[in-house]
């Protein structure tokens, strides 16, 4: 995605989280929201691998309440990222969408401490896309009132992946 698309979504992301009715930031935070913080966008983050769709298992996965919950996995995402090659566990979002829960060494300095999720794009020729640039933070960052699925072991990747969301921070009081 070229660097106008990727600020057209960043705004629209924004819009939903400031205005909508299923935004998951709380009615009392909407009002004081004025957008997120982003990692400039870096066409160096997109990476294309082979992906295997899998024989239509469940996963249990960990969440950001401590629970553990049964996941549609899709499949895995042979990728190679800064040297290293993953197989990255791709879940269903329950819409049939497929997305990737991730974990990296940003993970509780700079983006939420659960990790971050980025959708995959399926080409025909079985490979997939992720674009980190538009790597999202779980809804539970916004509220406590939301249960999200953890990266599973897998899908913790040992280099800082510096590209999408960082950390939502609240303005209270008018500070953040």
């Known amino acids: ?61 960990v969440s950001s309440a401590g629970t553990t919950s049964a996941y549609h996995q899709m499949g895995v995402l042979r990728v190679g990222i800064a040297g290293s090659v993953y197989n990255l566990i791709v879940l269903d979002d329950g819409d049939g969408n497929p997305f990737i829960a991730f974990g990296d060494t940003t993970n509780g300095d700079t983006t939420y401490g659960g990790g971050r999720y980025v959708s995959l794009e399926l080409a025909q020729d079985g490979s997939g896309s992720i674009d980190f640039d538009l790597a999202s933070n779980p809804y539970c960052v916004y509220d406590e009132e939301f249960v999200c699925p953890l990266p599973p072991p897998d899908n913790r990747i040992s280099v800082p992946i510096e590209a999408g969301e960082k950390m939502y921070e609240k303005i209270v009081d008018g500070k953040s």
């Not at 909508?20 to 066409?43: K, N, R, V």
């Not at 990476?47 to 298992?57: E, K, L, P, V």
């Open 1 to 61: 995605m070229d660097r106008e698309a990727i600020e057209e979504y960043r705004r629209e992301r924004d819009a939903f989280l400031r205005s909508h009715y299923s935004s998951p930031l709380p009615d009392e935070d909407q009002e004081a929201f004025d957008g997120l913080s982003y990692f400039s966008p870096d066409s160096s983050m997109v990476f294309t691998g082979a992906f295997s769709h899998s024989d239509d298992s469940r996963i249990q996965i």
